[in-house]
């Protein structure tokens, strides 16, 4: 009897954007959840110069003593060949012929922000012919971009809170009138409280809540560091609730995962990226201590975000839970974090779906979706 292949599984992770440490610790709670029976692993790891490197096996992705991980760049130089039919990787040595390292069957695409999350990975897998995990271009690039997020949201009827776009143009010419719009609309002239966010980052990279009006042109800048597009938010009293939605199986409508609650604790006012990956000043109640019916419309809504923004395979969809019971869209994450502190597995893992078998099912899922035009 001949021997079964193994499918061959290339995990992305690192890049070039500001969450690539995050990226990294992601992809080592991934690796070793899967089956290595029923997959052979390609870790690849994108330096923050973007090059692409085979990563070492033993190579540490984990948060360790408060020390973030990160590809090096160090091992053998690859290159994703544009040819469909070829579905390989190329190792490129100075001075050698470049060597194949056979096709690849499927992409785990375990990048978050710019440069990954965006839709710029994708893209260049749907040239080569590559199945992967997650969304396609159109869906990564928009779910990515908070502005146009709320924009597709609000042309389908969905909920989200009063926001201001700083273009980096506008920023550069029109500061002062920017600025008086978000003093005005969003309130903060009258002393409600602002979030000043990177339009286009996440693991809250480069947010600053702002009290006043003096600290507004500061908490811009701070996010200019990390995107030169800016949305400053209302505040919105509430809760802060997530939902992880998987793509349905068997063309089925998309699964929502019972919601968590995140629990701050200490002095922190909002959930940064110290209390996220790195003081634990975190924790999750799955699910939240609310009524059945406010926990399946949350759920119905968080599928409904996901197929407004016409997603594939998984995503987190983020929300405010007001004193009035109303639910508030805050943003989607298409491709959310694995770390040991991360929502998204905690919550399908509450909903009956451990780590090993989340990834399994998204593998599949990839396994089954077409290379061309869906």
Not at 115 to 127: F, S, V
Not at 167 to 184: A, F, N, Q, S
Not at 273 to 283: A, H, N, V
Not at 292 to 315: H, K, N, P, S
């Amino acid at each position: 009897m001949s021997q079964v292949s193994k499918i061959r599984v290339a995990v992305v992770f690192g890049g070039r954007s500001s969450e690539h440490a995050i990226s990294c610790v992601t992809a080592g709670a991934v690796m070793a959840a899967i089956d290595r029976d029923r997959y052979e692993v390609l870790p690849i790891g994108i330096a923050r110069d973007g090059r692409w490197v085979l990563a070492p096996e033993d190579q540490r992705l984990a948060i360790q003593d408060g020390r973030l991980p990160e590809v090096s760049g160090e091992g053998s130089a690859l290159a994703l060949p544009f040819d469909p039919d070829s579905r390989g990787l190329m190792v490129v040595e100075p001075g050698k012929v470049p060597a194949t390292l056979g096709e690849v069957d499927v992409v785990l695409p375990l990048l978050h922000g710019p440069y990954g999350e965006d839709g710029t990975i994708q893209g260049m897998l749907d040239l080569a012919g590559v199945r992967y995990v997650g969304a396609g271009v159109l869906a990564s690039a928009v779910g990515m971009d908070k502005g146009f997020m709320k924009l597709v949201w609000q042309a389908r009827g969905l909920p989200v809170g009063p926001y201001v776009l700083i273009g980096d143009r506008e920023w550069r010419r029109e500061r002062k009138r920017k600025l008086d719009e978000v003093k005005e609309q969003l309130g903060l002239a009258a002393g409600r409280a602002v979030f000043v966010k990177p339009a286009r980052a996440g693991s809250s990279m480069g947010i600053t809540r702002v009290a006043d009006e003096a600290g507004l042109e500061a908490a811009v800048e701070t996010a200019r560091e990390h995107d030169p597009k800016v949305i400053v938010e209302a505040a919105i009293e509430g809760r802060e609730i997530e939902c992880g939605v998987l793509q349905g199986v068997d063309d089925g409508p998309p699964e929502a995962s019972l919601p968590a609650e995140v629990l701050m604790a200490g002095d922190h006012d909002f959930y940064d990226f110290e209390t996220k990956y790195l003081d634990g000043g975190t924790r999750m109640a799955i699910p939240p201590d609310l009524p059945a019916e406010a926990i399946d419309e949350v759920r119905t809504i968080a599928a409904q975000a996901f197929e407004a923004l016409d997603c594939e395979g998984l995503a987190r969809v983020d929300f405010f839970h007001t004193p009035d019971g109303r639910w508030i869209l805050n943003e989607i994450n298409t491709m959310p974090g694995f770390t040991p502190a991360s929502a998204f597995p905690q919550m399908w893992a509450a909903t009956g779906l451990d780590y090993p078998s989340l990834v399994d099912r998204l593998i599949q899922t990839a396994l089954r979706r077409s290379t061309g035009l869906r």
